[in-house]
């Protein structure tokens, strides 16, 4: 908690360019005794009630036959997957918003229509787009801007001021006990993928980090993040299917303490956040925690599917009048959606964006950045046609 | 989930009222607060354009009938444009094969796939009495296997087993030969969540298809997606001969405009929707029920209600007035009433609502159907305005210049007398207080707030 020790930034794009580095010397002693570690985590392990599952042993053996094939082939390494993943965001920027614009059209009304379209079906929303439109509108009119291209960088402005605010990176404090993110959303949106992309980034920046299932409920949701710990080599704290979410924290957060774990992240089924009673039981969940330390969890982390509409702005207010969030990951970014809706959340909740998923693969997270985001927003292609 | 979707196009439509007629101009921005409302919803662009479109081009071709506003003419083609999307029949699933009839599941990640072939399991084997076997061709997403045989387990269906590094084609084949030979009646075949930009994924899903040549492959959807679900919807439909869509989440509070998406992009109907995580959360989906669960329970189907009722109140006014001055319910009178009805569409939804057709006997309502309306208005239009006013000197001879003239047969000015006759002496049972009684309680069959003292003064 020493202020000014330095912060480990988890910037998943920078892992790729070998920047990460300097995080992994800051963390070289732990990582370098590693081997120790994992036996004193064998001892801990059979001291408590709690099972954990990813410890030697089950290391091994995942790295035998469990691991599945993964990640559709983008495998072939650290590089490679990140690259890709980039890849991906900067040549939906390429061929987007700029084509489009940098014509020097002269702006007219069909323009502005078009580019009113593109921000809709980008899901941005009607409300944020009409927001957007006519300040860009007012600068029309002003004669600031006299034609596409100049429209075009207008529009980016308009944009990147509302995201910019928002694009702050999730920074672990080198504090005395567990940084401890509890990860929340609705059903499906991505948060125990999420959760095994972030163990992995943690870990390569030399933290040394352990999973807690608190997903209780779904059927196979433990197996599910067993996997993530044992492809991360990563220790899975976990009760069987049906016990009490926050008492698996709860354990999971005792033995992090114990074991001097430097991130803990806690799982947790998926809910609508219409539903009363389970966010009542996420406040458990926090409360339960804070008892072990009265500033855990220190960060509450919104998984977004980015393929959701307008209903993302009720999911992320919902969740944070019930349980205070701190932090959104916008996942599956790789696909056709644009995740537009972030800008209204932006604007009513102000809160930061961390990451973005990218794939399935576990290096297809990246560290939230307002402007390739933006980049990627506006797409120009032909619009579907309708039967 | 839908309630908002209605929320928000009954507000939209609330503002029509008061408004005089409307000129193009208006219509157009009455338009626009519709689109505006769907693009909230998360209907896709693509798919608001084309019903904005199709709203347009029959509001300004339509005439205006009794006392509505052309607002309120538009409101009904806003709400029949959305009914006839949606389409009117459930569609149940299709199993009329050479068992086992192989269902195949496709869709993005998370969109609740495996959860669904779970409910789909317990449903079959409980309501439809079938052995039921399922697979799960995911060998990608961690635990995925797992996951279904667990839900598997918990429902109580087959479960057929597979391997992470098992080839999903290879998989289907031996799950298609062992359902064969057990005897299995269906077959469901869970899939890994894919991209429609994935061409190697898309590529593999064509490939499970046309090894399982499935006689339903299901488009799993989740109701909270917004504009991508036109991408997606088109994608998955241009690579698999889709049967049908099923909805999930619906539990939640998303307006669900994806729905609307979906259904016109793959013009394929939605067979079930999801309304919770647990296994018997699955709803046989009307989408009937859905086009006035859309505008149903909320404010517009109110409103259109309303508009019909404004109409029903103003001639109810005006026979009610005849009567009073003694006048007897005329063939005139039947036409104006036949004619309102037409023109108001289906007669089975507005029978009831006229004032005296809701006493008519069930069995005398059961003879009128939508073509007997045109039929007797035929007829009333080939009398002479004598004839109209006073039906009792119509003889054989006038029945039979009648009946040609509407190119029809005596018998059926018959019928058209006899349901006159019936209605006049209805009418004159309401002289006096009764047709009072009568609109009251018609008025109490309205939503609340939208019949009730301000809206409708004076009754
Ligand atoms: N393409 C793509 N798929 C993703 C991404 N993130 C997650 N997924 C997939 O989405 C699906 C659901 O992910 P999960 O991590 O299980 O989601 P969850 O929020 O934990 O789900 P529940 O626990 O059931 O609520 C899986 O198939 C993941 O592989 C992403 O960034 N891109
Ligand atoms: N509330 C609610 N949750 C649902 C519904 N259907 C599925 N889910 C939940 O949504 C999440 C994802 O469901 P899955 O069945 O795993 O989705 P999937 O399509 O098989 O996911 P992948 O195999 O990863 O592509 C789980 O948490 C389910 O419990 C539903 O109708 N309502
Ligand atoms: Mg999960
Ligand atoms: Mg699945």
Redesign the interface.
């Known amino acids: 908690m020493i202020a000014s020790r330095v912060n480990h930034v988890i910037r998943g794009s920078l892992a790729a360019v070998g920047l990460f580095s300097f995080l992994k010397r800051q963390k070289d002693r732990r990582a370098s005794d590693g081997a120790s570690e994992i036996t004193s985590d064998a001892a801990t392990a059979a001291q408590t009630s709690v099972e954990i599952r990813a410890d030697t042993a089950d290391t091994q053996l995942v790295e035998a036959s469990v691991e ?6 983008i495998d072939a390494g650290v590089e490679v997957g990140l690259e890709a993943g980039l890849g991906k965001t900067r040549s939906r920027f390429r061929d987007n918003l700029l084509n489009f614009l940098l014509g020097d059209k002269p702006i007219d009304e069909d323009l502005l229509e078009e580019l009113e ?1 593109q921000l ?4 941005v ?3 944020a787009t009409r927001k957007i439109m006519s300040s860009l509108g007012a600068s029309v009119a002003r004669s600031e801007v006299g034609d596409s291209a100049a429209l075009g960088k207008a529009l980016r402005r308009e944009l990147l001021a509302l995201l910019k605010p928002v694009e702050v990176p999730l920074e672990i404090p080198d504090q005395s006990g567990p940084f401890v993110i509890l990860v929340v959303g ?5 948060k125990t993928t999420t959760i ?1 992309k972030l163990a992995r980034q943690m870990t390569e920046g030399g933290l040394s980090v352990m999973l807690a299932a608190g997903d209780t ?5 433990v ?2 993040l ?3 710990g044992a ?1 991360n080599k990563v220790p899975v704290v976990a009760q069987g ?1 049906g016990a009490d979410s926050a008492s698996v924290i709860f354990d999971a957060m005792q033995s992090a303490k114990a074991r001097g774990i430097d991130v803990l992240i806690a799982d947790t089924a998926g809910r ?3 539903q009363a009673n389970l966010m009542d039981e996420l406040a458990k969940v926090k409360r339960v925690l804070s008892k072990l330390d009265p500033t855990a969890p220190h960060e509450t982390l919104i998984v977004l ?1 980015g ?6 702005l ?1 999911q992320a207010q919902q969740f944070h009048d019930a349980i205070g969030l701190t932090g959104m990951a916008v996942t ?1 970014l ?5 995740g537009g ?1 972030v800008f209204a959340i932006a604007e009513s909740l102000g809160l930061p964006i961390r990451f973005i998923g990218v794939g ?1 693969g576990v290096f297809d997270l990246q560290v939230f950045e307002a402007e390739p985001f933006i980049d990627a927003l506006v797409d120009v292609g032909a ?5 | 989930m839908f309630d908002t979707l209605s929320d928000r196009l009954g507000q939209t439509i609330k503002k029509l009222r008061g408004q005089g007629r409307l000129t193009e101009d208006n219509i157009k921005d009455t338009l626009r607060e519709v689109r ?1 409302a769907l ?4 209907v ?4 608001v ?2 019903l904005i479109d199709a709203v347009r081009e029959k509001a300004l071709g339509q005439e205006v009938i009794g006392s509505l506003s052309p607002g309120q003419a538009l409101i009904k083609v806003v709400n029949d444009e959305l009914v006839n999307v949606m389409g009117e029949n459930a569609v149940p699933l299709n199993l009329a094969t050479q068992p086992p009839a192989v269902i195949l599941m496709a869709g ?5 796939k ?1 959860t669904t072939v ?1 409910k789909l399991a317990k449903y079959l084997k409980e309501r439809e009495k079938k052995k039921v076997m399922v697979v799960s061709c995911d ?6 296997i ?6 598997a387990t ?1 429902v109580e269906a087959t479960f057929f087993e597979s391997q ?2 098992q080839q999903p084609v290879a998989i289907a084949e031996a799950a298609l030969a062992a359902a064969k030979k057990q005897f299995v009646d269906v077959l469901l075949v869970d899939t890994a969540g894919r ?4 061409t ?2 898309m590529a593999e899903i064509k490939q499970l298809h046309s090894a399982l040549t499935p006689i339903e492959t299901l488009f799993v959807v ?1 109701s ?9 919807a ?1 994608a998955f439909g241009e690579a698999l001969p889709l049967t049908g869509v099923v909805l999930t ?1 619906t ?5 669900g ?2 729905a609307l998406s979906v259904r ?2 793959t ?1 394929k109907p939605i067979k079930f929707i999801g309304s919770g ?1 647990k296994s018997d959360a699955l709803e046989t989906f009307y989408p009937d029920r859905i086009a006035s669960r859309i505008l149903g329970m909320g404010d517009v189907v109110s409103l259109v209600e309303e508009v019909t009722a404004k109409v029903d109140h103003d001639k109810a006014e005006k026979f009610a007035k005849k009567m009073q001055k003694g006048r007897a319910f005329d063939l005139n009178d039947l036409k104006e009433q036949l004619e309102q009805m037409a023109s108001m569409g289906g007669m089975a939804a507005m029978m009831d609502k006229l004032p005296g057709m809701a006493n008519i006997p069930e069995a005398a309502k059961a003879q009128v159907n939508d073509k007997q309306f045109v039929h007797m208005i035929a007829l009333v239009n080939s009398m002479t305005p004598q004839e109209r006013r006073f039906p009792a000197i119509l003889k054989g001879s006038r029945k039979k210049r009648i009946a040609a003239g509407a190119g029809l047969q005596v018998q059926d000015v018959n019928k058209l007398l006899k349901q006159h006759q019936q209605m006049s002496r209805m009418m004159k049972k309401m002289k006096g207080g009764g047709m009072k009684k009568m609109m009251r309680g018609l008025q109490g069959k309205m939503p609340p707030g939208m019949g009730g003292p301000g809206g409708m003064p004076g009754m």
Do not use: C
Request: no cysteine.
């Open positions: 599945p094939p993964p990640e559709h082939g379209s809709i079906m980008a899901d929303g009607v409300v609705v059903n499906g949106s991505g095994g409920f779904r059927a196979a949701a197996e599910q067993e996997t993530w492809r299917s609508l956040h219409t599917d393929g959701t509409g307008q209903n993302a009720a599956k790789d696909g056709t959606a644009k809706v399935e619009p579907v046609d309708v039967a | 505006m693009l909230e919803a998360d896709a662009l693509p798919v354009k084309q993005l990640q998370g969109a609740g495996t779970g060998v990608y997403r961690p635990a995925a797992k996951q279904l045989q667990t839900v918990g992470v590094d991209l429609a930009i994935d190697e994924m989740d909270m997606t917004g504009q991508d679900a036109a991408n997606t088109a989440k539990d939640g509070d998303a307006r405009g994806a016109v992009i013009g995580e």
